[in-house]
């Protein structure tokens, strides 16, 4: 299983960045995925995840209104749209399946 994030990057306060995980290694259409995210000195956390087909999906609160996760199962990518960015936001964000972590991309948001 391999899962590597991108997207990542410096955004001010209110900004919008994209977040893309593309998935190999297993039948990416049959699975549940979902993204975590570790801010300094703090544990990883719940952020979001999508059933396999997409047609449902959960967030935490901090999250919720403001990132939108979907997939593309054709394309064996899940994708997580961050609107409204907070500095709060600040962290490694991870996507995650069965156990197998990305290595993680890093959202930093600040002026």
């Known amino acids: 299983v391999q899962l590597v994030e991108s997207g990542g990057g410096l955004v001010q306060p209110g900004g919008s960045l994209r977040l893309s995980c593309a998935a190999s290694?297993?039948?990416?259409?049959?699975?549940?995925m979902y993204w975590y995210r570790q801010a300094p000195g703090k544990g990883r956390e719940f952020v979001a995840e999508?059933?396999?087909?997409?047609?449902?999906?959960n967030y935490a609160d901090s999250v919720k209104g403001r990132f939108t996760i979907s997939r593309d199962n054709a394309k064996n990518t899940v994708y997580l749209q961050m609107n409204s960015l907070k500095p709060e936001d600040t962290a490694v964000y991870y996507c995650?399946?069965?156990?197998?972590w990305g290595q993680g991309t890093q959202v930093t948001v600040s002026s």
């Open positions: 999508i059933s396999n087909t997409g047609d449902t999906t």
């Open positions: 290694g297993f039948t990416f259409s049959t699975a549940s």
């Open positions: 995650w399946v069965g156990n197998y």
